[in-house]
């Protein structure tokens, strides 16, 4: 039933001339083949499309040459749906393409930011007519709900994509539009939208958008085993899920998977060198950046690609150049917006990328990236108070990424906060530390408030993390860690404790004299005959290395009634 519903719709977008028919066409290629008695016949053409059949081939012929207005010439008059729907099409993109050769011409941004699409507001009135008298069919309604976004008329907009949904459910553009206009998990409950199959592949792809990963790959999971296992649509998407959770062996073994299926696939591969980048496989990244350049050099993806590859290579006048190569090719296109905003900060050009950024978020508000970048960049400007409002943006979008709080963290440490930092720090240990760096802040924030104990608390189990998870004991804050409990034992008569941090502080070059000067003051301790103290309320750090890798006891008891600052 899927493969006939798809073969349907492909018939029905080559009319119309819309490019989502590769969708349709990928997810039946998927699919066992139909027996010859089950392939559905053409549908059938009414008496107004055999008479607007003429008509409607050479406008056709003319929409594919980018002659739009001549194509909407020779469609005046014509009366069927096919015909209508590429009548206002061709209007809408004549005016698009005619702005952005305003664009081109612009001299400044003030100039740029004042070009408008001059045939929204005439197709809104024609469109509207013909919604309220019950005229307007999914395709027609589609077009109507991307004049209204184009138009800052969200509301109505998600109004008219649902109706386009109802109308014809197996159109993924209509679903794909909603979904960029959908900000939470709230609306999306609040939405009624048809029951469809091709419902699955949106809840899906929203979760995915959410940042709900472990639903989104129950969802492609159950479609997988519904028959659409060799799916490499499913397979990109979930690769990207991957992403979005920084599982990255995970998502690089996906990716070089479908790359072995679908050779010659453009689409996601800028997703797949962000992972290429952080890696830092250089000649991975470099033969996936010639292989994209011989498939198609214009594509958005293969800058970024290439942007990645000279970014890697620390060349970041090179990389931006490429970026803004994507964006000329597509404005609206988040990851150059976002990729271009880093390299800008690289090169220390704050404005710029500040201004990418903000680009990013008027394309996609729920790119966490970009409102992460603004904080990074308004913290380099030492404008804590707006840094603490972009990473609680970014926070709100990723409330598990421990990079989000952790920068939360520091920002309220500036602004002498100490109570909510705690919070931060604690949280980002909670739900995973990915850099290993919560605690150690926790630590030294305690230290800085005479809280030895908690400190000392923080350390032990930081210690025992890097030391549990088999790490490299050169790790960059070990050593300062050693040198507090050892100074902190030693205070606390458990001579012992304080010899063993002391005598490994001795293998770290910066903390070796430190180590050797304790050693020789608990010597001179012991030779006077002071006892060492009993109160071994503490852990000792080196436990783990022997029987268990979890803290006897757990660090400092914070209130944690509210979890998100």
Not at 73 to 90: E, N
Not at 394 to 422: F, I, T, W
Request: proline share 3%; charged share 25%.
């Amino acid at each position: 039933k899927a493969t006939c519903n798809q073969m349907n719709l492909c018939e029905l977008l080559q009319y119309r001339t819309l490019t989502f028919r590769s969708k349709a066409s990928e997810l039946a290629v998927s699919l066992d083949a139909l027996p010859l008695n089950e392939i559905p016949a053409a549908p059938e053409l009414t008496e107004e499309d055999a008479r607007d059949l003429d008509a409607l081939c050479l406008a056709k012929s003319h929409f594919e040459l980018k002659e739009y207005d001549r194509a909407a010439y020779f469609l005046r008059g014509c009366r069927s749906q096919k015909a209508y729907f590429l009548y206002m099409y061709s209007r809408y993109l004549s005016g698009e393409k005619k702005k952005d050769d305003e664009t081109v011409d612009s001299l400044g941004p003030l100039e740029k930011g004042q070009v408008r699409n001059e045939a929204l507001r005439e197709l809104r009135v024609e469109l509207s007519k013909k919604h309220s008298a019950g005229e307007l069919d999914g395709f027609a309604l589609y077009l109507y709900g991307v004049v209204l976004r184009k138009l800052d008329l969200l509301k109505e907009a998600v109004e008219i994509f649902v109706a386009a949904t109802h109308a014809l459910p197996l159109h993924w553009g209509s679903w794909l539009e909603l979904c960029n206009l959908i900000t939470n998990i709230e609306m999306l409950k609040s939405l009624s939208l048809p029951e469809c199959w091709v419902r699955d592949f949106f809840m899906a792809h929203m979760f995915t958008e959410l940042q709900m990963i472990k639903e989104a790959l129950q969802k492609y999971q159950s479609l997988m085993e519904a028959g659409f296992a060799k799916s490499t649509y499913i397979i990109s998407q979930i690769a990207v899920a991957y992403h979005n959770i920084r599982d990255i062996d995970q998502a690089l073994y996906l990716f070089n998977e479908l790359r072995e299926q679908d050779p010659f696939r453009i689409e996601n591969m800028d997703t797949f060198s962000n992972l290429l980048y952080v890696r830092s496989m250089k000649p991975e990244l470099s033969y996936l950046a010639h292989n994209l350049v011989e498939i198609d050099k214009y594509r958005v993806e293969t800058c970024c690609v290439i942007g990645n590859y000279y970014s890697l290579r620390s060349q970041h006048e090179k990389a931006a150049l490429y970026f803004q190569r994507a964006l000329k090719l597509n404005p609206r296109c988040l990851g150059a917006w976002t990729l271009m905003g880093h390299e800008y900060m690289e090169m220390k050009n704050t404005s710029a990328a500040i201004q990418a950024y903000r680009h990013a978020i008027e394309v996609n508000k729920r790119d966490y990236r970009a409102w992460y970048g603004l904080g990074q960049t308004y913290e380099i400007l030492k404008m804590p108070f707006y840094s603490l409002y972009y990473y609680r943006k970014a926070h709100h979008l990723r409330p598990n990424d421990s990079r989000m709080l952790v920068a939360l963290g520091e920002c309220y440490e500036k602004l002498s906060q100490q109570v909510e930092a705690k919070k931060c720090y604690w949280r980002a240990y909670s739900v995973g530390d990915v850099e290993r760096m919560a605690l150690l802040k926790l630590a030294k924030l305690h230290e800085q408030l005479n809280e030895s104990d908690d400190a000392a608390q923080c350390y032990i189990i930081y210690i025992q993390d890097i030391f549990s998870c088999g790490e490299q004991l050169e790790h960059a804050e070990v050593s300062t860690a050693l040198r507090y409990l050892g100074q902190y034992y030693f205070k606390n008569k458990l001579y012992d404790e304080a010899s063993l941090c002391a005598q490994r502080c001795c293998d770290y070059n910066d903390a070796r004299e430190e180590g050797k000067a304790l050693l020789r003051q608990i010597s001179a301790v012991r030779e006077q005959g002071e006892p060492s103290s009993t109160d071994l309320s503490l852990a000792c750090v080196f436990n783990p290395l022997i029987n268990t890798t979890t803290p006897v006891r757990r660090a400092s008891p914070l209130d944690l009634s509210s979890v998100t600052p």
